[in-house]
């Protein structure tokens, strides 16, 4: 006897819970733990910002998508591709990771003596906390451009119409991920993520606690911006998810049921009358057995008349018996002209050479 199980491959709010905490708290260890141990290295800290990405992209992209992100979260809900009911559900989870993984380094941190982890957390800043004493304007459009460029190339890999975004789609983002990071962390440490930003800033003092604003809306406005124009440029590689966009509620469901009626909806109309009938050959007559009823004749539509039979086709005559050695003869020739018949004893009429009649004896 064998058990027979079967299995539902729909992820749960659970597993998707799960899999944004586990990918959000890799991509805040690693990445800032990197910056961190390397003294702020571009190449490391760049790389492993891309490779965590890609790495926890493969691993629980399946279950939840792979956000890591509230902007990305954001994005992906104004774009179309995710309900609004499961925007609290995805940034509370990337909260929480990047909380842990902040509280994780901020606690492995002062194992080195001496440590202190105000300004040297990898918390993002502007102005006089940043390295650079980089501008605030300038760091919140900085923020906020590179944050849409981010969610252009996560909504285009991942549309339905790129043929290459299961295998290709987690090295794509990651290499953004990666070149962002290159272009902006000598300025003010690369955000575009406010789960990244709140997981280490709350533990960098209350200078980086008042600056994370920045890093929390600049992300936020420019998520928005690619979510809304995404679909205005480039279009939806398939409907719309139900109650997403700018239709929050049932909305969304209600467009989206409007654009796809019942799949028998067109049967069903054209079933009690068609606009227009198209002749049809008559079906050739099928033989009834004794005692069986005619079929039955659908309700409006006319009578159909049997066809009429045709005319067999003409039989060859009947062919002599053949004898061995002669030619078979064509049924269909003209008949040959026959002799008279001939009685016993009548003279034949033909005169012979001496012109005298002849009586021909039967043999």
Request: charged share 10%.
């Amino acid at each position: 006897m064998t058990d027979a199980t079967s299995t539902d491959d729909t992820p749960t709010t659970g597993q998707k819970f799960a899999a944004e905490v586990l990918g959000t708290f890799v991509l805040v260890f690693f990445g800032v733990g990197a910056a961190l141990m390397s003294g702020g290295d571009y190449l490391t800290t760049g790389l492993t910002f891309g490779l965590t990405v890609v790495v926890m992209a493969y691993a629980v992209g399946r279950i939840s998508g792979g956000h890591f992100n509230p902007a990305v979260t954001l994005g992906a809900v104004l774009g179309g591709r995710l309900p609004w009911s499961s925007l609290p559900i995805y940034v509370g989870a990337q909260l929480v990771g990047g909380l842990v993984a902040g509280a994780a380094l901020f606690g492995l941190m002062h194992g080195f003596e001496g440590y202190s982890s105000e300004g040297a957390i990898g918390a993002n800043a502007f102005g006089a906390e940043s390295a650079s004493n980089y501008a605030m304007w300038a760091a919140f459009a900085l923020e906020a451009l590179l944050t849409p460029v981010f969610l252009y190339v996560i909504l285009a890999v991942t549309d339905e119409r790129n043929e290459f975004r299961a295998l290709m789609g987690p090295l794509t983002i990651g290499f953004a991920l990666a070149m962002i990071h290159f272009a902006s962390m000598g300025a003010t440490g690369t955000s575009v993520n406010p789960a990244r930003s709140i997981g280490v800033g709350v533990f960098g003092g209350t200078d980086a606690i008042i600056q994370l604003w920045l890093f929390i809306v600049a992300p936020l406005v420019g998520a928005a911006i690619a979510g809304l124009t995404y679909p205005l440029v480039f279009g939806h590689g398939s409907e719309p998810v139900a109650g997403s966009g700018l239709s929050f509620g049932g909305g969304g469901r209600r467009q989206q049921a409007s654009y796809a009626p019942p799949a028998n909806y067109e049967q069903q109309w054209n079933r009690g009358q068609p606009p227009q009938q198209q002749w049809q050959a008559p079906a050739a007559p099928q033989q009834q057995g004794w005692g069986q009823q005619p079929p039955a004749q659908p309700w409006g539509q006319p009578q159909q008349q049997p066809a009429p039979q045709a005319a067999p086709p003409a039989q060859p005559p009947a062919q002599a018996p053949q004898h061995w050695g002669q030619p078979a003869a064509d049924p269909y020739a003209p008949p040959a002209p026959q002799a008279p018949a001939r009685e016993w004893g009548r003279p034949i009429e033909d005169d012979g050479e001496d012109g005298r009649t002849r009586v021909r004896r039967p043999d």
